[in-house]
């Protein structure tokens, strides 16, 4: 259990409609990453919060946004879904900024499929 | 631009087996290196990483080393067992910005 934790485990959705991921970071971890794994494009990166801000920008498309709360917890919303969006999204999170010394540890995930 | 190229699977070997995954990569400026490791219906793990050049990160008995000369950083143990059968993924950072590896399925048979 790497302490990171995501809901919901599956999600099940139609197209054009819009989701809400949620994640909850480590205790003490600052950073929260989101991540695409699909079969065609292997792992992609969205997109880093750090203490609420934004810190780095992946292959996140416009329809996708996210967010990190006071209280640091996450959450990526998936609008004006297609077919194409069905993956699973990991969430990750690390102590601090400086990415090359900071392990990130990664939630179970949430497999989206749109129908 | 940048982007982290890995050997194609699945990789069957048998219990006790050399294990060898390529990676190379291609990046601007001096990127971190990382191994991660994902078992099944599970989220990734960081198995290893290097910063540097000549750099070796070690773990659970796996090794890789970081070089610049080959833009190389594989993967290797000397003696696989079933619980290493997983998804392993190579990954660089540079600027802030992920790259991962497609992922190399392993599987370890007794």
């Known amino acids: 259990d790497s302490g990171v934790t995501q809901t919901p485990k599956h999600l099940i959705t139609a197209t054009g409609q819009r989701v809400t991921l949620r994640c909850s970071p480590r205790s003490g971890d600052l950073s929260v990453y989101w991540y695409q794994q699909s079969l065609d494009q292997g792992l992609q990166f969205l997109i880093q919060?750090?203490?609420?801000?934004?810190?780095a920008k992946g292959n996140i498309l416009e329809r996708f946004s996210a967010q990190q709360f006071p209280d640091l917890h996450s959450e990526l919303n998936l609008s004006s879904l297609e077919l194409g969006d069905s993956a699973l999204y990991f969430c990750?999170?690390?102590?601090?900024?400086?990415?090359?010394?900071?392990?990130?540890?990664f939630g179970p995930g949430t497999r989206l499929t749109v129908l | 631009g940048n982007s982290v190229t890995q050997m194609e699977g699945p990789v069957t070997l048998s219990e006790e087996a050399f294990l060898t995954i390529n990676c190379t990569y291609t990046?601007?400026?001096?990127?971190?290196l990382f191994w991660y490791v994902q078992y099944p219906g599970e989220g990734l793990q960081l198995l290893l990483k290097?910063?540097?050049?000549?750099d070796k990160g070690s773990n659970k008995g796996f090794e890789a080393t970081y070089r610049k000369e080959t833009t190389s950083f594989h993967l290797e143990k000397g003696s696989v067992q079933v619980s290493d059968s997983a998804v392993y993924f190579c990954?660089?950072?540079?600027?802030?910005?992920?790259?991962f590896g497609t992922g190399t399925s392993l599987t370890v048979i007794p």
């Open positions: 990046a601007t400026g001096y990127p971190s």
């Open positions: 919060y750090y203490n609420g801000e934004e810190r």
């Open positions: 990750a999170s690390s102590v601090g900024v400086q990415d090359s010394y900071n392990e990130q540890f």
């Open positions: 990954a660089l950072i540079t600027g802030n910005q992920f790259y």
């Open positions: 290097a910063t540097k050049a000549d």
